[in-house]
């Protein structure tokens, strides 16, 4: 476990709730690609779907769609957070499936490619109530894994059960105490092409 001079947080190899960091963020993806646009904490840009299926002994936030857009006009949100549990954030992730990449025949193709893709990620940017906390790569655990798209997620997969790998940078804190909160991260992939984060106002109750 790693600690900052005012918020603990867990290390890659840390089992929060008594599960692998790589395996909340399988969980993670899972909890993402699953509802549909209209209901989709990634999609949303005020907080109002943050409840949205969330698990019992994690919370998840989430940026958004990586964009070509260098004036980040990312969402800022607001949402209650339950009181005693973690709080894991994706500063910026990828994932790797041949859903929306049809040249990823094997499973080598997949990691592979999500090796390559982890690797262009060149800002990893994460604060709370201003204090800043080094965001962790962390790889999917399994590193394969079966994973549903929404039909309805995005406009660049078709949807439907598929294999896929992810890596990225993650922050999971540890339980906070009651009180409100300000959190901001952003990062870029593709050497800085591509730009995700977010603002969140979060309540712990």
Sequence with gaps: MCFSMTFEYYSSNSKPSGVSYGKWTVLWW???????????????????????NQPKNMWFLTGMFTEEDEKKRFPS?????????PILIPVLNSLADPLENLHLK??????????????????????INGESISPQRVRSDPRIFDVYIHPDFDKSHKGGYTRAASDGYWVCLKPLPQGEYDIHFEGSCEYG???????YHIEIV
């Design 30 to 52: 899972k909890w993402a690609l699953s509802s549909p646009s209209n209901r989709n904490p990634v999609v949303d840009q005020s907080g109002e779907f943050a409840s949205e």
């Design 77 to 85: 949100r607001k949402c209650t957070v339950p009181l005693g549990i």
């Design 106 to 127: 094997t499973d080598q193709d997949i990691l592979e490619h999500i090796e390559k893709q982890a690797n262009t990620i060149t800002k990893r940017i994460f604060t």
């Design 193 to 199: 092409r591509l730009n995700s984060g977010a603002k």
